[in-house]
């Protein structure tokens, strides 16, 4: 569960800066059988605690090219820094450069992002039989493309491609991911956005060189998946201040594909994700350049597994 309080404002008409705050009850998103490991003090997942408060600060700042065939050209660099009072070891930075191209129907944009090191949660290592942070570099590219299909109607699509290198503890995870998807959008009284995505993450799966993925001792993570959302938003005024409200739910459907044998893979092999993540926000716009916005978001995973009958209870 995450409280957010978001505060936001525009510097100038070229720059936006943004200070995010969020109380997040399960910080690592630990399975229910950790979290009762962790309050029972049997694992410490190295956290100094289960919740934590995060904050994120963020600019984004545009530089204008002028126009190139109908297309009025533009640069977005943006950048953020993550971080948490208690769990240092969660804070990352990160940032991109995106190229715009906008027309009256047509809508392009190319990202490149960079993560130099990113934390999720810790891990247990055989080799070092000790729990260790998974820890890991991005570099990530991206290409949208949007054409407006009538008044009102906007369809886009979206191709993505990433690399993470974990770091010595779990190169098995350095992975691969390809993502495209499509989207609608309806803005009228009541904007309606549904978007589609299919991802595949391939991992490395092995450590050693001279190794391959189906030779190794080592866990496969590589999965296919299934990503569905739907947002809807209204923006209206009221006390003579703009209020937008926001509503989403974002559902994924994660088969994981590895192909070893069970007595080297039973976390993976044979296992099956369904993630529900139900999210609403009020935004109120103190004056043209300043707003804060409240939300809230509730995150929910089953796991099931053909071949372990313990999964659920490990990773849900």
């Known amino acids: 569960m995450v409280v957010l309080l978001l505060v936001g404002t525009a510097l100038a008409s070229a720059t936006e800066i943004s200070l995010e705050m969020q109380y997040i009850d399960n910080v690592c998103a630990l399975s229910d059988s950790e979290r009762s490991m962790f309050l029972n003090r049997e694992r410490s997942y190295l956290l100094g605690s289960l919740d934590d408060n995060r904050f994120r600060l963020g600019i984004n700042h545009q530089i204008k090219l002028g126009s190139f065939r109908n297309f009025k050209m533009a640069v977005f660099l943006s950048g953020t820094y993550v971080f948490h009072a208690i769990n240092g070891e969660l804070n990352y930075l990160s940032g991109s450069v995106s190229l715009r191209a906008r027309s009256r129907k047509n809508y392009a944009r190319i990202t490149f992002g960079f993560v130099p090191y990113y934390c999720s949660r810790a891990y247990y290592d055989p080799e070092s039989d000790s729990y260790q942070w998974a820890e890991y570099m991005r570099l990530s590219g991206s290409l949208y493309l949007r054409r407006r299909l009538f008044r009102g109607m906007y369809a886009g699509v979206i191709i993505y491609y990433a690399f993470l290198r974990y770091n010595d503890y779990f190169p098995e995870y350095d992975s691969r991911q390809y993502r495209l998807g499509g989207e609608l959008t309806w803005r009228g009284a009541i904007d309606i956005n549904a978007k589609y995505y299919f991802k595949k993450s391939i991992a490395r799966g092995y450590d050693q060189s001279g190794e391959d993925v189906l030779t190794s001792d080592e866990s496969d993570i590589s999965y296919e998946q299934d990503r569905f959302v739907l947002s ?81 209870a490990l990773r849900s």
Request: hydrophobic share 35%; charged share 25%.
């Open 232 to 312: 809807l938003s209204r923006r209206f005024n009221a006390f003579e201040r703009n209020i937008e409200l926001s509503l989403t739910a974002d559902a994924r459907f994660r088969i994981y594909t590895s192909q070893k044998p069970y007595w080297l893979d039973p976390l993976h092999l044979g296992r099956v994700d369904r993630f529900l993540y139900l999210s609403g926000s009020a935004r109120f716009y103190l004056t043209s350049k300043w707003w804060l916005e409240l939300g809230g978001r509730l995150r929910l995973r089953k796991a099931t597994s053909e071949y372990n009958p313990n999964i659920e």
